[in-house]
């Protein structure tokens, strides 16, 4: 069974991506992440959509293609469909790192949230390794049918 990750475990995601099939360097600025969480709720739901929806792979391509700073609140904001010329080894590289960025965020925040949880002396339940406990019943178990 792998190590659950921690900040200390992984490699913080390069702020920056060079996609060479169009001569372009992406950058995660601030509007652009708030975009792409926006978009990817939690982690499990996050590799879902990355990895099988193509809307999703749509938007993020033209999320990241865009050149604004700011959040994108309309779709027509987006570089259009029709202006999209990247490879698909760049597409691949541009989800990945996409990926990258938000299980980095999601694991950032889940530690962030655990360390300010043992500051303040809350109790965070964990799942039992032991099982559950025999219970003492009364009734007697139907047993196998014969």
Known sequence: MSAIPTLENIQKPSLT???????KTIKMVYGLEMDIR????????????????????DYIVRRCLTDSKKMVLQQDELVSFEDVEISSDDVELLLAWVTEHTLYFFVKRATGMANLAARFGMVQS???????????????SAGPST
Do not use: C, F, H
């Not at 991506?17 to 001569?23: D, F, H, N, V």
């Not at 990817?40 to 590799?47: F, G, K, R, W």
């Not at 964990?126 to 009734?139: E, F, L, R």
């Open 17 to 23: 991506l060079e996609l060479p099939s169009i001569g």
């Open 126 to 140: 964990k799942p039992s390794t032991a099982g559950s406990v025999d219970s003492p019943s009364p009734t007697p």
């Open 38 to 57: 926006r978009l990817l709720p939690d982690p499990q739901s996050a590799m879902q959509l990355i990895m099988n929806d193509p809307y999703t792979q």
